[in-house]
T-cell receptor, first 114, second 108 residues
Framework: DGGITQSPKYLFRKEGQNVTLSCEQN?????MYWYRQDPGQGLRLIYY???????QKGDIAEGYSVSREKKESFPLTVTSAQKNPTAFYLC?????????????FGNGTRLTVT | EDQVTQSPEALRLQEGESSSLNCSYT??????LFWYRQDPGKGPEFLFT???AGEEKEKERLKATLTKKESFLHITAPKPEDSATYLC?????????FGTGTSLTVIP
């Protein structure tokens, strides 16, 4: 079955450590996205990529970094510069060039930083 | 400013009690209005896309409609398994704007 796989499901880190969240898709989608979800807030865009080796900052990119070396993979690194990293992180993908196609989401990674 | 507002924040229904969820949007150049269902601890699951005012889409007990300012998700005779958070998102340009969701609880 095609889909988006995020790992791990739960992640615990100490303050000051960088951490990388994995996102892999086998939908052959060109575009990939990272969102952050916090209670009482809508999904907020961190980074997105429309093509390999290219990505753009979203609304809340500070303290995060990404890479897109393969079409299938879009890992997100939460750096120690992110002031409030504890959140639910969602990876998504969509067909680029498709007619206003929807986002398809993974099942998220819950990151807790103490 | 582009934004999406959903109401109510939370809704409790008896099984079989029909109701509607609202998604109001103010975006320039709407390219599509999307509805998602999200279960606790999981990612949003795509339900519908609506492209133009007057359009309607149906799936089982759910029906989504769209006007020039808002979208409604009508739930007919809901069952406990319909309990979830329902999100809407407006696409303008290449940016999705998400609402904060409506948490629906259906009581047997």
């Amino acid at each position: 079955d095609g889909g988006i796989t995020q790992s791990p499901k739960y992640l615990f880190r100490k303050e000051g450590q960088n951490v990388t969240l994995s996102c892999e898709q086998n939908l052959n989608h060109d575009a990939m996205y990272w969102y952050r979800q916090d209670p009482g807030q809508g999904l907020r865009l961190i980074y997105y990529s429309q093509i390999v080796n290219d990505f753009q900052k979203g609304d809340i990119a500070e303290g995060y970094s990404v890479s897109r070396e393969k079409k299938e993979s879009f890992p997100l690194t939460v750096t120690s510069a992110q002031k409030n990293p504890t959140a639910f992180y969602l990876c998504a993908s969509s067909i680029l060039g498709g007619y206003n196609s929807p986002l398809h989401f993974g099942n998220g990674t819950r990151l807790t930083v103490t | 400013e582009d934004q999406v507002t959903q109401s109510p924040e939370a809704l409790r229904l008896q099984e079989g009690e029909s109701s509607s969820l609202n998604c109001s949007y103010t975006v320039s150049g709407l390219r599509g209005l999307f509805w998602y269902r999200q279960d606790p601890g999981k990612g949003p699951e795509f339900l519908f896309t609506l492209y133009s005012a007057g359009e309607e889409k149906e799936k089982e007990r759910l029906k989504a409609t769209l006007t020039k300012k808002e979208s409604f998700l009508h739930i007919t005779a809901p069952k406990p398994e319909d309990s979830a958070t329902y999100l809407c998102a407006a696409l303008t340009g290449n940016q999705f704007y998400f609402g904060t969701g409506t948490s629906l609880t259906v009581i047997p």
